[in-house]
């Protein structure tokens, strides 16, 4: 970071402000990682494949009805919702046996099903929808910034609040605080465990078709797009504590500018060697992440 | 003997399998099924066995791979002793990448984790850096000669998998009679007990990546010799990360002929769909990922595990309280 002082605030600034932009979507993803590795305890090897799935879902809702990607979200964040609940209830609980073993396949499997419908039905094209707003900007000072991108941090700004209301206020959001702190003791006091795993599972899933909805309008879409944002989200996840939502938050925006700033000095190749590099470090050393809850 | 008598006889019968036919197609299926079965032979020992898994096999196949490749081409060595380098600069990697992990206290869903990413770090490191050939790949140079390891037909190549996965099954079958092995087994059922008990399981895991890393390593060597072409995706893809563990998973984890048996239903598969659909991208792997989620779902210990299902009895002795795969708890995995 000695080498920072080099480049003038007017570089610097901008940068990192597209980087705070781009580390709220990852965060987003981050946050659906995190919630059902909170409560779950597996990591969801299908995340990224189910990103991808979002994606051309909102490619689709473009191109067939003409919908505009943020009101496809209306749409989507519900259907989204309800696959991740069917994947949990039906696929995923049913055939764990009860092994943590079993069920990192069974996400394995569903990660390379998902992914291979999608290459065999849209082969490997990578598609873009064209949108008039794409390409508007708004200027704060030496910074210019597109539209779309500023909507996207807005948008995660308030899924997280409506995420943090649901877990605090609602009944559902307890029942999923007590199954994640204690199962055994949550089901004893007749919470149905494997409703509440689905219902997390589906929060999960449902903030991947946001994301998607706030990618898609400066993103592309291909059968292999969702897996460049999953390595960053394990990162993320495991970096801001497993299980933690405001880690994610947090470890989202910090590798956003990360990743931007080493963009900036190393050039985009070695950036993204720069994100696994980090992960690495980050598994061996600090496994419970710079903010985990648990030693 | 009687418990190497079947894999012999094994070896034996499929050896007689050139001198029946000599069509390539039918000879290229079966190198190729055995090159996953060796593939997935290495993840079997540190999987199935150590309950380590890995998503990250590629690590060592491509390293194996490569490291042949150089060493033919760069530096001029002969194909007979490149391959056993290749094999050590598997088994090193398995060592150095099990070493970290292990001593930082990495296990399931973390260990999963970390091996995808050592591998996809390499993968990146391959398709950029000039002594790999980058974005272009290798070309091994053809030469068809037998001190060269390259054959005009493809029985010897037929022979030397066949050879090299026979090798794997042995040294597995004496690592399960061994005391090496009884501990990677307690290590995998109870780690903590095993430890109490004074298993170094630190060391015993590392041993175990070592050794699984140095067979899947062979599979790598073997494959550049026999397609004399390697490139980044190749060599440190996910196809082979999740072929290597699929084969052990749908035949039997944790069994001698698992990974064997696993690779032929696999690649049977594989072909039948191509057959079917046309050479349609993806669909084969389709199939897999399905395959994968029914296995677990309905026969945890694979295809030898129905066997044995059936042997003794359907009703009697359902697969998840069979004694080599208790229930593990369940929240051993995440936590670290």
């Known amino acids: 970071m000695a080498i920072l002082p080099m480049l003038s605030s007017a570089i610097l600034f901008p940068a990192v402000l597209n980087g705070l932009m781009t580390g709220a979507v990852y965060a987003l993803v981050a946050l659906g990682l995190t919630l059902i590795y909170g409560v779950l305890h597996i990591i969801n090897f299908a995340h990224g494949a189910l990103l991808t799935a979002a994606l051309f879902a909102v490619f689709l809702a473009h191109r067939w009805l003409g919908l505009d990607p943020y009101v496809a979200a209306v749409v989507l ?219 | 003997m009687t418990r190497y008598g079947p894999i012999v006889a094994a070896v034996a019968l499929l050896a007689l399998v050139p001198l029946l036919t000599a069509s390539n197609v039918v000879l290229n299926f079966l190198v190729v099924t055995f090159l996953i079965a060796l593939a997935g032979q290495g993840w079997n020992l540190l999987g199935g066995y150590g309950g380590q898994y890995s998503f990250g096999h590629a690590a060592f196949f491509g390293t194996g791979a490569y490291v042949t490749a150089i060493a033919q081409m760069q530096y001029g060595v002969n194909a007979w002793p490149g391959f056993l380098i290749g094999i050590a600069a598997g088994a090193a990697v398995g060592a ?105 399981a630190t060391a015993i895991k590392i041993a175990a990546m070592t050794a699984s890393a140095a067979i899947t390593a062979a599979a790598g060597c073997f494959y550049v010799q026999y397609f004399l072409f390697l490139d980044a995706g190749i060599a440190y893809g996910p196809w082979i990360s999740i072929e290597a563990l699929l084969a052990p998973i749908i035949g039997g984890v944790g069994t001698v002929a698992g990974p064997l048996l696993g690779a032929f239903v696999v690649k049977s598969l594989g072909e039948i769909t191509k057959l079917a659909t046309g050479d349609a991208p993806g669909l084969d792997l389709v199939i897999y990922g399905c395959v994968l989620i029914l296995v677990i779902a309905l026969t945890p210990r694979g295809i030898i595990g129905l066997f044995d299902r059936f042997r003794r009895g359907a009703a009697a002795r359902p697969a998840a309280s069979s004694p080599a795969l208790p229930p593990q708890r369940a929240e051993e995995g995440g936590h670290v």
């Open chain 1, 77 to 295: 964040t519900p259907l989204f919702f309800g696959i991740g609940y069917a994947l949990q209830r039906f696929i995923i609980g049913p055939s764990a046996h009860g092994e943590d073993r079993n069920i990192l396949l069974v996400t394995l499997g569903l990660a390379v099903v998902i992914e291979n419908i999608l290459l065999y039905v849209f082969r490997a094209d990578t598609r873009t929808i064209d949108l008039p707003y794409a390409f508007d900007v708004i200027e704060i000072g030496t910074a210019v910034l597109a539209v779309p991108r500023v909507v996207a941090c807005a948008a995660v700004a308030l899924v997280t609040l409506a995420l943090w209301v649901i877990m605090r206020t609602t009944l559902t959001g307890k029942a999923i605080r007590a199954v994640a702190k204690e199962k055994l003791g949550a089901e004893l006091s007749g919470i149905d465990v494997a409703h509440i795993y689905a219902v997390t599972f589906g929060l999960g899933t449902a903030c991947l078709a946001i994301a998607a909805c706030l990618l898609l309008p400066t993103y592309y879409v291909n059968p292999s797009a969702g897996n460049a944002f999953v390595l960053i989200a394990f990162t993320i996840v495991v970096l801001g504590g497993m299980g933690s939502l405001a880690g994610a938050l947090i470890g989202g925006l910090f590798i956003g500018v990360v990743e931007s700033l080493s963009g900036l000095y190393l050039g985009e190749s070695l950036g993204q060697i720069g994100i696994f590099v980090m992960f690495i470090l980050v598994l061996l050393f600090r496994p419970n992440g710079l903010f985990g809850e648990r030693a």
């Open chain 2, 96 to 200: 150095v990448i099990g070493a970290m992990s292990f001593r930082s206290g990495l296990r399931g869903s973390y260990f999963a984790l970390v091996t995808l990413a050592f591998a996809e770090v390499l993968r990146i490191i391959a398709s950029v850096a000039p002594i790999t050939g980058a974005g272009v790949g290798t070309l091994l140079k053809l030469d068809l000669r037998p001190e060269a390891m390259q054959f005009q037909s493809r029985a010897p190549f037929y022979w030397i998998i066949l050879v090299l996965v026979g090798l794997s099954m042995i040294l597995v079958r004496r690592i399960e009679d061994s005391r090496f092995g009884a501990y990677l087994i307690a290590v995998r059922e109870n780690e903590e007990a095993a430890k109490a008990l004074g298993v170094n």
